[in-house]
């Protein structure tokens, strides 16, 4: 027996998904039936989140969510939410931007062995440990750990983005999605982690056409915020655009600003036509550190991305896209800020 994540003596290690480049899935399964054709990664994953979902290991109990399209050119998907609202753990305090690792707050070292549902490894690179979030968003959200025990903080690095980008290439569903939120951006828990999750519709972001800011970079402007672009077609490109999305995002934080990033399978930067890849969206914000007083609801990667999860049903109810605009747009850059920004990560990502 040996230590977990956290290094504990005696608490065993989970198993391990032990993967090759043969695995990955270039072609996803289309979204008339989504779940026709899981891949190995897939079945293993949901079939242990089902399980602790069973055993009890959740905050509450995820059932079928209300859900609706908001009308509007955006079609922005709104999902009530409820428990997650009451039943999740409260954010850890966050005061800048570089805020380093603290042991005495909740971290991902303190999970119970049986959260952790399995090691993802492959040789030559990190390995990743997929643990359930035990306040879902939806069916299969879990989070990716890369190395708990070196205590890192909520700071993006390319090694776990990069293993991020090969479980997104695992997965043979449409909709699994991963993503991560910075510190000031969404962030709940300040210890290295990205997110997974399957999502049962397509995005807008997916397919629509960006503007080219230079080679390896675009700007998207479907959905409700502006998103910078980056685009891998293939495995081979998953390091070199790793390390490009973590030197814009590093870029941000000396600038002041925070992050989220969201990965996706999508059509190249010009939009259909090509062959579909992954689309890896970095969004820059104003950062926020606690709740903002009267904020209908938070804003992190699902939200900049287009998905609601709403925290109470007149909310969900009667929420328009006007009113779902606003409450994200306070987040966001102003316009020519966002074009001077895009004008320097172009610069930057040439060298």
Not at 199 to 204: A, F, V, Y
Not at 317 to 339: F, G, K, M, V, Y
Request: include cysteine; proline fraction near 11%; charged fraction near 20%.
């Amino acid at each position: 027996m040996t230590a977990m994540a956290g290094g504990e003596p005696g608490e065993p290690n989970p198993e391990e998904f032990a993967y090759s480049e043969e695995d990955f899935v270039l072609q996803a399964a289309g979204w008339g039936d989504p779940d026709s054709a899981l891949s190995r990664f897939d079945r293993v994953l949901l079939a242990g989140w089902s399980d602790r979902m069973e055993r009890g290991l959740f905050r509450y109990r995820l059932g079928a969510l209300p859900t609706r399209v908001l009308p509007g050119a955006l079609r922005l998907v709104a999902q009530l939410n409820e428990q997650r609202s009451a039943e999740r753990r409260p954010p850890q305090p966050v005061r800048s931007l570089r805020d380093p690792f603290d042991p005495g707050a909740f971290n991902f070292t303190r999970l119970r062995p049986a959260e952790l549902l399995f090691r993802l490894r492959r040789t030559g690179t990190d390995p990743l440990l997929v643990a359930i979030n035990a306040s879902p968003l939806e069916r299969g959200h879990v989070l990716l750990l890369p190395e708990p025990a070196r205590r890192l903080p909520q700071v993006l690095t390319a090694p776990a983005l990069r293993g991020a980008l090969e479980a997104a290439l695992l997965s043979a569903h449409p909709g699994f999605r991963v993503g991560f939120n910075g510190l000031g951006g969404g962030a709940s828990v300040n210890h290295l982690h990205l997110h997974g999750l399957y999502l049962d519709r397509p995005l807008p972001v997916e397919e629509a056409p960006a503007e080219p800011l230079g080679p390896r970079l675009g700007l998207l402007r479907a959905g409700p915020a502006p998103a910078f672009l980056f685009f891998a077609p293939g495995p081979a490109e998953l390091e070199p655009v790793s390390r490009a999305v973590c030197r814009a995002a590093e870029h941000l934080g000396a600038a002041g600003l925070a992050c989220n990033v969201l990965a996706t399978r999508g059509d190249p930067p010009a939009g259909p036509g090509g062959g579909r890849g992954l689309r890896v969206l970095l969004w820059a914000r104003r950062p926020l550190f606690g709740p903002k007083a009267g904020e209908p609801f938070a804003v992190a990667l699902c939200e900049l991305a287009g998905l609601l999860p709403l925290p109470s049903e007149p909310l969900y109810r009667d929420i328009t896209e006007a009113q779902a605009l606003s409450a994200i747009h306070q987040h966001l850059l102003p316009e020519p800020e966002l074009l001077h920004l895009g004008g320097e990560l172009a610069r930057l990502l040439e060298n």
